[in-house]
């Protein structure tokens, strides 16, 4: 089991969020033509190809134009995204009217992501935002017809490797089970059973598009998981609850729109303008990269932050990636450690060839590897390899109160990145280094044995009373968090580096 999870950790982390909703959007566009080639669906395949075309190409045309009139590179995978959605939100038809109300939903959405925006970032939903404001106009109104029974056999798969990918499992569980339980109870009012209403209301209407495609959007969601979760149950509640205030009705697209609203208000309000100051090895295979925000950036020590990191011949997980902070907050300048072993991605050659006074953008901040907030409580850092950078942080803040244990696991001496750091911490380090080489005065030899549960036990006695938190890849977190557990760690919790 840990394995195949590892594998599958693997392939997914090849991908950015970005990258593979773009792939699961097209398989299910393909899918939706297939169905309607064998009646499954009555729209017409001439009408869905038209419906495709204008929606991508309306979508695309008006992003680039935008994006030249502001002076910044078009996002094409954020574009090509909003067309695809679109897709699945408007009825394919070949009606005038119905096209024009599509084209404006296509160019709100674009313009959107620039005049509904704060300081770079886009606060609401680009697609929801098109459909709402078109659906004003009475040109044309959403219909999320990609909630269709048909649709469900890829349509579910689809969203669970999304929501996988991202770990927003909990979040839409949150939604579906708000949402749900208000429609069903609303049905079986009205005399269905159970089985019908359930059947309705997951089948008949957009909850699994809606939370794997729309309301998990990273850019438009809260930092936090708390705050992630409280959200996801007050937008299953908007969601659902039927309402009527003048030309102002229930709608999922307005559901989303005031949830990303509130998140807005709870988390860093805008993009972040980062300007590279320079860069040192940290290890033979891994580097710090430094750089001087515009203004105070908040974070947790632990937490991470997305950069925009615009280059050509972009790998298949496009230009934004997610790394580490290892700088405490508070500090003028903020540091990311990064792994440099060959092969680079397309990502690292690009922060490589940053030169020092060139700027990139910073598109969120978040994540909840964070220490718990009682300074009494032990915890026990485990990191392998380049795992060990989301702890740096942690360990150059002021914790000078806690009882801190860490195992650090490296390949030899050399890979064991900022010691001096670990040392000035006053934390109990314990080296594991595969090579045999004897690790610095301060650290702990715990030889080249395996860490199993048996050997995390006899090194960290009292694990049990520990909070435990593991950082690597995913290979190596599968591993060694099943160790905590045999080990008898209560609360273990994991921050995977899936490659960038």
Sequence with gaps: MIAAKSRMDTWLGRFTMYRLI?????????????????????????????HLLLCLGVTYASGRLLALLFGVKQHTESSLITGLLLYFLFWPAFGAMEMAGVALACVLASVSKYALAFRGR??????????????LTGL????????????????VPGVLIVLYRTRKMLMATVFLVAATSIITVELVSRNMTLGQALWQTLAQRPLLFFVGFMLSEPLTLPPRRWQQLA????????????????????????????GNLIAF?????????????????????STEFKFEPQRPVRFAPGQFMELNLPHSGSDGKGRRRVFSIT??????????????????????????????????????????????HDAGKPVLLIAAGIG???????????????????????????????????EASGAKVIA?????????????????????????KELVPDIGDREVFVSGSPASVDSLRAAARGAGARRVHVDSFAGY
Aim: net charge negative; charged share 15%; glycine share 10%.
């Design 22 to 50: 773009l792939w699961v959007l097209g398989v299910l566009v393909a899918y939706s033509m297939v169905l309607d080639a064998l009646g499954w669906l009555t729209f017409g395949l001439p009408e869905m190809l038209v």
């Design 122 to 135: 886009h606060i609401f939903n680009p697609a929801a935002s098109g459909a709402f404001i078109a659906g």
């Design 140 to 155: 044309n109104i959403a219909t999320w017809w990609a909630a269709t029974p048909a649709m469900l056999w890829l349509l």
């Design 231 to 258: 959200l996801a149950g007050v937008v299953g509640v908007v969601f659902a609850v039927p309402y009527n205030f003048g030309f102002i009705a229930n709608s999922p697209e307005l559901a989303l729109l005031l």
């Design 265 to 285: 208000f709870l988390g860093q309000r805008g993009g972040v303008h980062l300007t590279f100051k320079g860069s040192r090895p940290l290890t033979p295979a």
């Design 327 to 372: 700088s405490p907050p508070g500090e003028a300048e903020v540091t990311f450690g990064v792994g440099t072993a060959e092969p680079l991605s397309t990502a690292k050659r690009a922060l490589f060839a940053l030169q020092p006074g060139d700027s990139v953008w910073a598109t969120a901040v978040g994540g909840d590897f964070v220490l718990p």
């Design 388 to 422: 060990i950078t989301p702890f740096l942080s942690q360990l150059a803040a002021d914790e000078a109160s806690r009882d801190i244990v860490v195992v650090y696991l490296a390949k030899g001496r050399d890979e064991l990145a900022c010691v001096e750091k670990l």
């Design 432 to 456: 594991r280094l595969a090579d045999g080489s004897t690790p610095p005065e301060f650290m702990v030899d715990a030889g080249t044995s395996r860490i199993d549960a048996a050997r995390l």
